[in-house]
């Protein structure tokens, strides 16, 4: 009796082992997904910000913007 009492009760222990186990590998791939995701995000507005900037710099050349507002059209695009 006292023998399958221990077995029971080292059964639960290593199934909660395999649960917090099972859990951390899990926030594990979560935080790098995360991550990734972040990464993307970034990315794209580093594009962004290159093609806006050299949309402006088109319109400086062709003489459409002025110096004036070609400066605070790229302080614009800087800050964001």
């Not at 059964?11 to 186990?21: E, G, K, Q």
């Not at 990315?43 to 290159?50: H, I, P, Q």
């Amino acid at each position: 009796m006292l023998t399958n009492l221990i077995f029971i009760l080292i059964a639960f222990i290593l199934l909660f082992v395999l649960y917090l186990a099972v859990k951390a590998i899990t926030r594990g791939v979560e935080a790098k997904n995360d991550l990734k995701s972040e990464n993307e995000i970034s990315e794209d507005n580093s594009s962004n910000l290159s093609s806006e900037i050299i949309k402006i710099k088109k319109l400086y050349d062709e003489g459409i913007l002025s110096d004036e507002e070609y400066k605070k059209a790229k302080d614009k695009i800087l800050k964001k």
